[in-house]
Nanobody, 122 residues
């Protein structure tokens, strides 16, 4: 089973920036999609941004123009650059991976890392 380790979260002021990292390891399957999700207290987990191995991306409408996803396929590592952060971005951010070129619903996964907390507050 793949191991997922998220890092880079923290407390920032509105308008600030953070860069999150996701490292996947411990599995021999070929990773295609890499996806960021987030979950705020009392809310469903939702897709934030994802990228297939072929370079197709998907972003939540609420983060378009502010967040940018990138990945290093040789290292099985993914990044999320978050700029112009807002209080509503406050959540635990999780990553996941898929052997398929799909950027979909988090309910299809049952293996998750611990996530990294992002708090945007003045």
């Amino acid at each position: 089973q793949v191991q997922l380790v998220e890092s880079g979260g923290g407390l920032v002021q509105p308008g600030g920036s953070l860069r999150l990292s996701c490292a996947a390891s411990g599995s021999s399957f070929s990773i295609n999609a890499m996806i960021w999700y987030r979950q705020a207290p009392g809310k469903q987990r939702e897709l934030v941004a994802g990228m297939t191995r072929g370079g197709r991306t998907r972003y939540a409408d609420s983060v378009k123009g502010r967040f940018s996803i990138s990945r290093d396929n040789d290292k099985n590592t993914m990044y999320l650059q978050m700029n112009s952060l807002r209080p509503e971005d406050t959540a635990v951010y999780y990553c996941n991976v898929d052997s398929r070129p799909v950027l979909g619903d988090p309910s299809q996964y049952d293996n998750w890392g611990q996530g990294t907390q992002v708090t945007v507050s003045s």
